[in-house]
Structures are given as C-alpha cells and as structure tokens.
C-alpha cells in the first residue's frame, strides 16, 4: 500500500521560501504520478504541481507556475516542492498523494489517492 508523509512546512514571511517534503512507499515513484494539492479551512482541496512517473515531467497550475518546483528523488522515495516567493494566499495545508491511473500528470483530483496527513504552511508578515 502506498503511504505518504508531508514535511517541511512552517511559518515564513512574505517573499520568502519553503521546501516541503513527502516521503513515499519505495514503489510509487516507478509506476504512479505524484501530485502535491493544497486545501485551506472551509475551502476546496486544489491542485498545485504534479511529477509523472514515466519520464519525470511537470504540471503547475497557474498559480504556482514560476514560483514553486516539483522534484523526486527514487533513491531516496521522496517528492519535494520547493516553494519561493511565497504569498499570504499560499496559506494552507499541503499534501501530496499518488494517481493510481495513470504515470502521467493531467488525471482529474479524484483519480488521487492515499492522502498523507498534510503539512501546514503560513504566510505572514
């Protein structure tokens, strides 16, 4: 079964940087691409960037485009966002999880599953 484990969040100010972290079963980096979504109280869980399997490539969506970058590491069963110029609307829970259907990033949300814990992230001067 595949398991996921966010790390990395905590409080930043405005501009500044973070490097989140989800560790991942020793499999799911070969056959599954893995998504990185984010989810704020009384809101909608929505995308942010996504790795595919089969050969490495990347998603973002508009708001993370040029600012965040997705990564995995198969040596180690990590996926990594590194996050910069962040924003006060950056604010929320982030988790990652894997598309059981598909190696390729573009599968709609529901397709995700085994959802870590989620690690928080605050934007604040």
């Known amino acids: 079964q595949v398991q996921f484990v966010e790390s990395g969040g905590g409080s930043v100010q405005p501009g500044g940087s973070l490097r989140l972290s989800c560790a991942t079963s020793?499999?799911?980096?070969?056959?599954?691409?893995i998504g990185w979504f984010r989810q704020a109280p009384g809101k909608e869980r929505e995308g942010v960037a996504c790795i595919s399997s089969s050969d490495g490539s990347t998603y973002y969506t508009n708001g993370a485009e040029g600012r965040f970058t997705v990564s995995g590491d198969k040596a180690k069963n990590r996926v990594y966002l590194e996050m910069n110029s962040l924003r006060p609307e950056d604010t929320d829970v982030y988790y990652c999880?894997?598309?059981?259907?598909?190696?390729?990033?573009?599968?709609?949300?529901?397709?995700?599953?085994?959802w870590g814990q989620g690690t928080q992230v605050t934007v604040s001067s």
């Open positions: 999880a894997a598309n059981l259907q598909r190696r390729l990033c573009g599968g709609p949300q529901y397709e995700f599953a085994y």
């Open positions: 020793d499999f799911a980096l070969d056959y599954y691409a």
